[in-house]
């Protein structure tokens, strides 16, 4: 099992092989909607084939296990940062309703310098892996993990819990010594942490399903309402890219909207897209490119982001960096979450690369004051199956 975290392809094709396979037993799928799903499928399969051919692969372990970042160049930048996200976190919490204990409504509330403050927060998530690489005293490690696992409940960014745990697992994977087993009820702990607040967070959000007009199968009728929550978010993105692919709609302005910064609105909720739910508006990374290019523009943004996510994964080197690993855990979560909704091409996330490279640089510009040790062992922590 371990060999597959590996593959590059597992973190784009194998989301999208099960997002799409859960789609087909979701819904009575209407004429020419498989269309769409079959095309998502032939290039996640194709994935899968140049990863065999190309043979481009993860470091191994041992290449994570031995690096010790606490006390390094990258660690003390890595840390000025997350005191930095975590001090816009609170200035979220302070200066504006708090969702999850005033309204849930208010979670999508940007008014007020809102937008930008978020901007900011919005890179929680990184808190974590900061915390457990970075951190060499364990109540600092506390602190940003529970800090990068909190916030985006109390504001119900269910996005952003997965993006903390999603990285706090794959930390978690990466650096587990080659002769033991992965830590599987850690990992599954997480996995079902994520659910049931995903669940839960999506009827404080949305309320009910009854009002979900979809030709649902009678599969998903007969699911628990909060199992109905993760089959309705897994499978609307395919769904939605079989539609418009069968009603050949076109409209360019949400693509442009989406890479152009201060254009217009990326929202498609309320909009003219001919949705057949105007309340279920998600849509996989290349939903946008659909619509703007049709069938070939979405295949050239499946293209290209497995090109992002090759070079990621070259630039982890034998060395794994520090900002070189962030980068990756980024592009490798917005692959997971390509079926769903659009994270990849835009200017937040090329923002977050960029950062990442500046703060790189920054890093080797410092007096490396850290003193050589002979044991490179990971150090003890909140996770002590990691030593």
Not at 73 to 91: P, T, W
Not at 250 to 262: D, E, G, I, K, Y
Request: aromatic share 12%; hydrophobic share 55%; net charge positive.
């Amino acid at each position: 099992m371990r060999w597959m975290l590996r593959l590059p392809s597992v973190y784009l094709s194998l989301p999208m092989l099960i997002a799409c396979g859960l789609t087909l037993l979701t819904y009575d799928l209407p004429q020419g909607y498989e269309e769409g799903l079959l095309l998502l499928i032939m290039v996640a399969f194709l994935f899968v084939v140049f990863d065999g051919l190309c043979g481009i692969r993860l470091p191994r372990v041992k290449a994570f296990r031995m690096r010790d970042y606490v006390g390094t160049r990258e660690a003390f930048v890595a840390l000025a940062l997350a005191a930095g996200i975590a001090v816009f976190c609170l200035l979220d919490l302070v200066l504006f309703p708090v969702p999850l204990l005033v309204n849930p409504t208010l979670y999508a509330s940007m008014e007020g310098g809102h937008e930008h403050i978020r901007h900011i927060s919005d890179m929680c998530w990184v808190l974590c892996p900061i915390g457990m690489l970075c951190a060499g005293s364990r109540l600092l490690r506390y602190v940003l993990i529970a800090t990068g696992l909190l916030f985006p409940i109390l504001v119900i960014d269910r996005n952003r819990i997965f993006a903390s745990l999603f990285s706090s697992a794959l930390v978690i994977a990466l650096r587990r010594d080659e002769s033991k087993p992965l830590p599987w009820k850690i990992i599954v702990f997480l996995a079902v942490l994520g659910a049931t607040v995903f669940s839960v967070l999506g009827m404080l959000r949305s309320g009910t399903l009854e009002y979900v007009t979809l030709p649902f199968s009678d599969m998903y009728r007969n699911a628990p309402q909060g199992l109905k929550w993760l089959l309705l978010y897994i499978s609307a993105g395919p769904y939605n890219f079989g539609a418009m692919l069968a009603k050949h709609y076109h409209n360019a302005s949400f693509l442009v909207n989406q890479l152009v910064p201060m254009s217009g609105s990326i929202a498609t909720a309320g909009t003219g897209i001919p949705l057949d739910a105007s309340n279920i508006n998600v849509g996989t990374e290349y939903f946008p490119f659909l619509l703007a290019l049709g069938p070939f523009g979405a295949v050239a943004a499946m293209l290209t982001l497995y090109g992002l996510l090759l070079w990621s994964v070259r630039r982890l080197g034998s060395t794994v960096s520090l900002f070189a690993l962030l980068i990756f855990l980024r592009v490798s979560y917005v692959c997971v979450m390509a079926p769903f909704a659009p994270q990849a091409f835009t200017w937040t996330s090329g923002g977050f690369i960029a950062v990442c490279l500046v703060m790189q640089v920054v890093a080797a510009w410092l007096p490396n004051r850290k003193a050589r040790r002979s044991d490179h062992t990971v150090p003890a922590g909140i996770f002590p199956s990691l030593k």
